[in-house]
T-cell receptor, first 117, second 114 residues
Framework: AQTVTQSQPEMSVQEAETVTLSCTYDTSESNYYLFWYKQPPSRQMILVIR??????QNATENRFSVNFQKAAKSFSLKISDSQLGDTAMYFCAFMKRPDNAGNMLTFGGGTRLMVKP | DGGITQSPKYLFRKEGQNVTLSCEQN?????MYWYRQDPGQGLRLIYYSQIVNDFQKGDIAEGYSVSREKKESFPLTVTSAQKNPTAFYLCASISGGAGYNEQFFGPGTRLTVL
């Protein structure tokens, strides 16, 4: 079974600054995907970024980037130029590589991020 | 527009009553999922279904039941056996096939036991 741990329950950052959210995971799988989801006050889950474990290059999506350390089983999210709209819960999630594995997501406990003006 | 709908948005239940949460998708996705979210916590998998007329238990299936009679629909019943049903419930779906497929989420249902 997989586990995902987010050690920062809450964080805050000033608008336009950079913040990094931490995530560690435990798995015996070699092929998998990692994700960061955003859940704003509306509670709609929004996919922010994903990383394929076999790719060494860190994923980036505009202001969002990850630091994927496979050996250390670490997957942090960096948000650059933070905006007020980034205020949300952020969840790290794990999915085994789809091969009749059911495509289930295993979530961490979340980090509540507040961007301050 | 394609997407996932969940109804109702808010649901109140008296203790001892069963209640059914609706989840419908028009994305032609093969697999569907139910997650439970408690305050300040992550999502936990209740049940999932990869094809019509088949479903499997997730991590916290006790006190819940599902059916998958149509590809588009995956209703969740919270039974009176669920000891602490007050939570936010999210439905998701994903297309089949090889390779990566994104899991899409519905807007959720907030269930409160009175």
């Amino acid at each position: 079974a997989q586990t995902v741990t987010q050690s920062q329950p809450e964080m805050s950052v000033q608008e336009a600054e950079t913040v990094t959210l931490s995530c560690t995971y435990d798995t015996s799988e070699s092929n998998y995907y990692l994700f960061w989801y955003k859940q704003p006050p509306s509670r709609q889950m929004i996919l922010v970024i994903r990383q394929e474990a076999y790719k060494q290059q860190n994923a980036t999506e505009n202001r969002f980037s990850v630091n994927f350390q496979k050996a250390a089983k670490s997957f942090s999210l960096k948000i650059s130029d933070s905006q007020l709209g980034d205020t949300a819960m952020y969840f790290c999630a794990f999915m085994k590589r789809p091969d009749n594995a059911g495509n289930m997501l295993t979530f961490g406990g979340g980090t509540r991020l507040m961007v301050k003006p | 527009d394609g997407g996932i709908t969940q109804s109702p948005k808010y649901l109140f239940r008296k203790e001892g009553q069963n209640v059914t949460l609706s989840c419908e998708q028009n994305l032609n996705h093969d697999a569907m999922y139910w997650y439970r979210q408690d305050p300040g916590q992550g999502l936990r998998l209740i049940y999932y279904s990869q094809i019509v007329n088949d479903f499997q238990k997730g991590d916290i299936a006790e006190g819940y039941s599902v059916s998958r009679e149509k590809k588009e629909s995956f209703p969740l019943t919270v039974t009176s056996a669920q000891k602490n049903p007050t939570a936010f419930y999210l439905c998701a779906s994903i297309s089949g096939g090889a390779g990566y497929n994104e899991q899409f989420f519905g807007p959720g249902t907030r269930l409160t036991v009175l």
